[in-house]
């Protein structure tokens, strides 16, 4: 055993009780976030096509590409799982390449061309990954899906992947907490064996 | 039963999940929507002294911020907070008092026009607090922890009483082994954010959007905790991204929302933040002690088994965790000891397979070991030692074929080509080390209702307030409606996740197949027996002297089972009898006999190749063998595996949540620092299906969502060994623990 008893630590004080005073939340000292608070005449104007529609729309200069997509325009296929970067399940396409919506602001992205989950189905027929995630059964829950998917029409996009092993490492930034892994690479192999 | 029942049939659902349309519980947008964001606290333990939310009301486009000292009135009892799977205690009551019992409490829901707005806001709100001494260590916890008390509740949980003479036995053992093993907490970490949509409906009802495994339960446990009458709120879960057990009790962010749509009387979301969801419930940490005792030939004369998990201050949250040892293999003597130590976290809660994947860890660790210590292959001393019976209640097992499952999964792996001492095999710089642990879990089936309507078109619609977590049960629940009433499956659609359907547990224990299939199968013969009374009244009918047990429903006909050509049409009958359409509504309880222990096993072999040098573990293949039952779907029920696999790898190697213990706080909380397996980290697994045949429901159903998992992490610890010559006893096994 690496943990001992003796190695650990016992409580949080040698005082029992003690008074702090804390911000909560994210923690931002309260004077510098009073001068960051936003009036109406902050909003930003922002352009772009999503799924070959055109929008404008009048934003909240914090909104992130993923709030836009999800409360804005009611995309909801493009998925929240962390909105910090590190599931994946936010993945678009921003002009053929694929990004986390969540870690950008929508602002960013004027005069761009985006494309979702909902975007890729063509005259009522699934895109060939769509069709082969569905054979292989690549997903079960369906919630890292869209981003999956998304982030793998990026992957061939690249052309980069040639083996399972590059699959794998190339499509790491999308977790599947079901652990789909196998069957994603399958669905991926299947897909590129088409194209 | 063809067609569909134990086909790879695709799911039913998964055009929905491809093209975006599956809608999860953030998802449902209707105008005038309002966004609350939940401040945190962040101290482990106290009260809270001072709330200052003056500066987060101030800003344009905030609503209202609740705290504990401004929300309208909730129950005062336990009570009514007690949801149908809580543990014995005082469930938490989130923004009750100024009390503070675990770091990352919620105590205040800032309400704004946009979630940036409330975000925002809920950074301004300042708190002041008067802490107090806390503990969330286990090791600091575990001297004053208590036994758990027989007779306790939940029935069943507490460990199985001693048979022979554990410590005579011990003591005279050829061979012993003896070892600590320790599991750390786990977060279940779905890739769904928890969050709630509650629709403040015209009439003032409450439609809730939440994520779930029980929308009945929420829906209870909502109507406790703010009064309700069950006709004022409707609970629905249509798709949920994942639980793995989180979900089973109902979670704050439904009563948080709830409660903001109350006072306000508008429509509220309320969507956990990723860290914020670490304060939701855990796979507890355990310390595990376990003795074995052996002949030398490998015959176990001996075990011991004592376990300290962990629960909160407030609730008893415990399982079955030590018992599973003197039930998975044959050996006379046998003693458990199962201690609580109360640590200031939110209470623990299942997650998948509670219990066995720790308990196993240690076990299969353990017994590995044992063969080391007997020079006995590992897979030869699980055989010699294999259990015929249930030793913990003495009764046979309904069907255990776990003989198959080692004998198939080595053959797949290629066990007999080990060579047993440590570091002995090689690829180039690396180091090859094969191991194998066995698997065991409950194959459990609960009281279900099942709603069938059946039109005279041949269409019919099959309903059940269960959930799909990902599970695939939108999809068996169609094959098995499909086959039973002999319609094609693009004719039947299955209504799910919705608290005004009938009747279901919570979606867990790997219960739902075995409870819903066997369901519909009850209201199938209802309906069928509807049909053939209609039949026969048909002028001339060739099923007028038909018993019910005599016939079945196939290809849109009612068919006489002894000769086939004897039928009516469905439609046939219907027309015949002026029916439209036929409903029927059964509730199916499962046997009530005990005297035959149900189980699922499974045999998992692992292969880890090791850098020499820096130590990166890979786990590069996994054989998994399970015996479980009837699959009612080869393609669902292999994913189903196949992650519970990723998941033991996760054990195995990546997975721990890391708490400062001065502060009190999760410090890894979030889903980079908390390591789960990436795409990277997996690579080739083999699931076999072996034959076993079951009677103990019509359908042989087990269920399989958990006993995957149980067994992969000591298959890989038992490989690192057998690579490295290193044991370690303690998960995750990261690779400084392979270094000196």
Known sequence: ?195 | MAPYIGTATSRIDGIAKVTGAAKYAAEFNVPGLLHGSVVTSTIAKGRITRLDTSAAMRVKGVIDVLTHENRPPMADNDQAYKDDVAPPGSPFRPLYDDKIKFNLQPIALVVAETSEVARFAASLVTVEYEEVAHVTDIFAARDAAVPIKPPASPVGFTPPKARGQPNRALARAAVRHEGEYYVPIEHHNPMELYGATVIHESDGKLTVYDKTQGVQNVQRYLCGVFGMKPEGVRVLSPFVGGAFGSGLRPQFEAVLAVLAARALERSVRVVLTRPQMYALGYRPAMVQRIALGADADGTLDAIAHDAVTATSQFEEYFRQETGWSGLLYKCANAKYEHKLARLDLPTSCDMRAPSAPTALFALESAMDELAVALELDPLELRLRCYSERDQNHDRPFSSKALRECYRQGAEAFGWNKRNGAPRSMRDGSELVGWGMATGIWEALQMPITVRIALTANGSAEVACATSDIGTGTYTIMAQVAADMLGLPLENISIKLGDSTLPNSPVEGGSWIAASVSNGIATTVAAVRNELLELAKKVPNSPLANAAPDEVKLADGMIVDERDGSRSVSIADAMRHGGVERIEQEETTNPTADDSRARNTHSAVFAEVKIDEEIGVIRVTRVVSAIAGGRVLNTKTASSQILGSVVWGIGMALHEETLIDHKLGRVMNANIAEYHVPVNADVHDIKVIFVHEHDDSNPLGVKGLGEIGIIGVAPAIANAVYHATGKRVRDLPITLDKLHP
């Open chain 1, 1 to 195: 055993m690496t943990k001992k008893p003796s190695e650990k630590s016992s409580g949080a004080s040698k005082d029992p009780t003690r008074r702090r005073k804390v911000a909560s939340g994210a923690g931002v000292p309260s004077a510098v976030a009073a001068k960051a608070r936003p009036t109406t005449s902050d909003m930003v104007s922002v352009s772009l096509v999503v799924n070959n529609v055109h929008h404008s729309l009048a934003l909240d200069p914090r909104t992130t590409l993923l709030d836009l997509l999800r409360e804005h325009l009611d995309l909801t296929g493009t998925k929240k799982g962390c909105d910090q970067g590190q599931c994946g399940a936010c993945t678009v396409l921003v002009d053929g390449r694929r990004i986390n919506s969540c870690l950008t602001f929508a602002a960013m992205y004027d005069g761009a061309q985006i494309t979702t989950i909902e975007g890729l189905a063509r005259n009522g027929a699934l895109h060939p990954l769509q069709q082969a995630f569905i054979d292989h059964d690549a997903f079960q829950c369906g919630y890292c899906t869209p981003g999956q998917i998304c982030s793998a029409v990026g992957l061939l996009a690249e052309g980069r992947a040639k083996t399972a092993d590059e699959i794998r490492e190339l499509m790491s930034g999308n977790i599947c907490r079901c652990g789909a892994y196998t069957n994603i690479v399958a669905a991926i192999q299947q897909a590129m064996g088409q194209s």
